[in-house]
């Protein structure tokens, strides 16, 4: 809109072509400047506050925003700090990381699908412990160069981030899984231990050496192979003592149900096969004990070609009952 058309300059303007001639508008200059008083500045802004009222009559003014002097401000960043505190558990929700079997992470309820690369960092994580980054990248990523490896780890760690956060901390140059995960194998490896150190007590947590699978079965990383034999063998002496103090307490379901777990891991394994025929003889279950004798002597047979060790022929000792098993 140009100046000459504004509704304030149309208020006062006298168009030459009225009745009053063309002097009307130096008439009309004349007679306001004679009538004028001096300017005040009060009056100025008045005018101008006016004016503005006018043109902005279909817009009223928003009212001026106070400032609180009551410390509102202060409560406001303590509540924001309280809700936060308050959140902070959430957070930090328990995490539950399943390496026998298959891999599997959780949390709570929820199962949380993750691409291949964080997987492998959190089940290398979970099973060596704090790491330096540049043992992670030489063990996840030892056939490229260093700067590839290193932005395979970034890689990892933002797409790890993106789907679970806070699961990983950083300390330096170190990695480490947060502590309020659950990981299983630590807790079968614990329950092992505890079997294996105190032999005159039988462990509440056997039920993590019972059908939980191998170490990430279908990994065929160098390291992961070693955690896996490593863990099985631990495995088998923890189930095979298992039986052995079930056995010696009378309970021999639970002493039967520890052999046969360990022969199912490891169906070539004569300590185990030897104990469930030795339950079987000490309940008094002959039939039984000759049917496991034939069974796994036959086993031996097909797959190694050889007989049962001294070992297993001293617990068939009577006569009677070592004719009744070696006949056909």
């Known amino acids: 809109m140009r100046a000459a058309d504004h509704p304030l300059t149309l208020a006062v303007r006298v168009d030459s072509r009225s009745p009053c001639g063309p002097g009307a508008k130096d008439l009309f200059a004349c007679r306001h400047a004679s009538n004028r008083k001096p300017l005040n500045r009060s009056d100025h802004r008045e005018d101008l506050c006016e004016s503005t009222s006018i043109l902005t009559s279909d817009h009223p003014r928003r009212p001026p925003i106070r400032q609180h002097r009551n410390g509102g401000g202060r409560r406001m960043s303590e509540s924001l700090r309280r ?14 990381l399943q390496l026998l079997g298959s891999f599997l ?12 690369g964080p997987q492998r960092l959190l089940a290398f994580l979970a099973i060596q412990g704090p790491v330096p980054s540049l043992v992670i990248m030489g063990t996840l990523w030892p056939h490229v160069g260093e700067r590839h490896a290193r932005g395979s780890l970034r890689t990892a760690m933002w797409r790890l981030h993106r789907d679970a956060p806070h699961l990983v901390e950083r300390t330096d140059d170190m990695l480490a899984l947060r502590s309020e995960v659950r990981v299983d194998i630590h807790a079968a490896t614990d329950s092992a231990q505890l ?12 039920a ?12 065929y990383d160098d390291w992961v192979i070693f955690e896996r034999e490593r863990f099985r063998q631990l495995r088998l002496h923890a189930l095979d003592a298992l039986a052995r103090q079930f056995n010696a307490q009378g309970s021999y379901i639970d002493a039967l149900e520890a052999a046969i777990e360990s022969v199912r891991i490891e169906p070539l394994r004569e300590s185990a096969n030897r104990m469930i025929i030795a339950i079987h003889l000490t309940e008094g279950n002959v039939v039984e004990a000759v049917r496991h004798y034939r069974f796994f002597r036959d086993l031996l047979r097909a797959e190694l070609g050889i007989e049962p060790s001294p070992h297993l022929t001293e617990v068939m000792s009577d006569a009677k009952l070592l004719a009744l098993a070696n006949q056909q």
């Open 105 to 116: 992470l959780r949390r709570a309820d929820t199962r949380i699908a993750l691409p291949t």
């Open 208 to 219: 993590f050496l019972y059908a939980r699978g191998d170490l990430l079965p279908g990994w």
């Open 83 to 96: 809700d936060a505190a308050d959140q902070q558990p959430e957070r930090y929700a328990e995490f539950h």
């Open 195 to 206: 079997i294996l150190q105190d032999r005159g007590q039988v462990s509440a947590n056997r």
